[in-house]
């Protein structure tokens, strides 16, 4: 398989993650949806890294890894942060500071 | 033998390669459109986790099998674990409402998705993708993990170091957000004692269908035919009933 296809393949999880950040409510699942674009990123290294022959592009791949689980870790923390304020995940209710 | 099951992951034949990478970018590119459709926040985890696994397995593929693991071990195992951690805190019954909040938000989503695709695939198609440069031997000369490992303590060394204080301001970060702030001081042994005796109710409350008519310890336990169990009370107790010379209210009830 060339790197053209894992390349397309990525780009495809990037939108499909994307639209996942616009259109859904629930907080946990728009940072789902922010792993899931990580991921597509994570795959394009990888097929950059076997494209060019070196494994520069896996080193970067796995600092990805290592910065999301860090993100992930404050973000959930903050979820539960506003979760027990206003008791609810959804990103419409953390409106405090709009009107 | 796990050396002859990853070189069968990185060296099999052409054809063999093509049919898992259409079967697994299939399944990938399913799970994750089923991701943001599905409304219940488990599903979607789920999903993600199907996503991750066919991933893993591609990196497996492209001779990086260091990744692969990590892959699994870290997002399938660690990250989407914290994710259903969350999920079981806030209610595995979260859904989404399907509810606009901002009209035409989905047609400008749908719009701008279309419109990153373009562009993401324009510019891969400027870009010179050559064919892999003979992957595995280069990749993988002396191995996977050592290679990896000598990347980053030479050339990336300094972003290695830099990773170790973004972990630990994201574990005190998480500490920080996690502490709450108490508002009123911890209520005290004494401070409990005088609740209880306020309340009227010392005892805890009797097992149903336990005790007749109280709930005290010496009162005996009520049969099934009205008649009284005597050896219900423990020994103790009934030990002090005797020296008390007073029998309780509630065997005389049901004596007489």
Redesign the interface.
């Known amino acids: 398989?060339?790197?053209?296809?894992?390349?397309?393949?990525s780009?495809?999880?990037?939108?499909?993650?994307?639209?996942?950040v616009?259109?859904?409510?629930?907080a946990?699942?728009i940072?789902?949806?922010i792993?899931?674009m990580l991921?597509a990123c994570?795959?394009a290294f990888?097929?950059f890294?076997?494209?060019?022959?070196?494994?520069?592009g896996?080193?970067i791949?796995?600092?990805v890894?290592?910065?999301?689980?860090?993100?992930?870790?404050?973000g959930?923390?903050?979820?539960?942060?506003i979760?027990?304020a206003r008791r609810s995940?959804?990103v419409?209710d953390a409106n405090l500071l709009k009107y | 033998m796990s050396h002859q099951l990853l070189a069968a992951g990185t060296n099999a034949d052409?054809i063999s390669?093509?049919t898992v990478?259409w079967i697994l970018?299939i399944l990938?590119?399913g799970a994750?459109?089923t991701?943001?459709l599905v409304r219940r926040?488990v599903h979607?985890?789920l999903m993600?986790a199907v996503?991750?696994l066919c991933?893993a397995t591609?990196?497996a593929?492209?001779?990086?099998p260091?990744?692969a693991f990590?892959?699994i071990i870290?997002?399938t195992g660690?990250?989407l674990m914290?994710?259903l951690f969350?999920?079981m805190?806030?209610g595995i019954h979260?859904?989404?409402?399907i509810v606009e909040?901002i009209k035409g938000?989905?047609l400008?989503?749908?719009l701008?998705?279309i419109g990153?695709?373009v562009l993401?695939?324009l510019g891969?198609g400027h870009a010179a993708?050559?064919?892999?440069?003979?992957?595995n031997d280069?990749?993988n000369g002396s191995g996977?993990m050592p290679?990896?490992a000598q990347?980053?303590f030479s050339?990336?060394v300094f972003?290695?170091e830099v990773?170790g204080a973004?972990?630990i301001?994201?574990?005190l970060?998480?500490m920080v957000?996690?502490h709450?702030e108490r508002t009123s001081p911890k209520p005290t042994q004494r401070d409990l004692v005088a609740r209880r005796l306020a309340s009227g109710h010392l005892a805890p409350d009797p097992s149903p269908g336990v005790y007749a008519l109280h709930d005290a310890a010496d009162r005996p336990a009520l049969l099934p035919d009205g008649s009284t169990a005597p050896e219900s009370v423990s020994t103790a107790l009934a030990q002090r009933l005797v020296e008390d010379e007073e029998p309780p209210a509630v065997m005389k009830e049901v004596e007489s």
């Open positions: 398989m060339s790197p053209v296809h894992y390349v397309a393949l780009v495809i999880l990037f939108v499909i993650g994307g639209v996942g616009l259109v859904r409510r629930n946990i699942i940072f789902m949806c792993e899931l991921n994570n795959l990888v097929a890294a076997s494209m060019h022959g070196n494994l520069d896996q080193v791949a796995f600092f890894m290592v910065v999301a689980a860090a993100e992930v870790v404050v959930l923390a903050i979820l539960m942060a979760y027990r995940a959804s419409d | 052409a390669r093509e990478f970018a990938a590119t994750a459109l991701m943001i926040a979607c985890a993600l996503v991750m991933l591609m990196y593929m492209q001779g990086a260091f990744l990590v892959q870290v997002y660690a990250v914290l994710f969350v999920l805190l806030i979260s859904s989404d409402s909040t938000q989905r400008a989503a749908g701008a998705a990153l695709m993401l695939s891969i993708l050559g064919p892999p440069t003979h992957q280069a990749l996977n290679g990896i990347l980053i050339t990336y972003p290695f990773t973004l972990l301001t994201a574990a970060g998480a957000l996690a709450r």
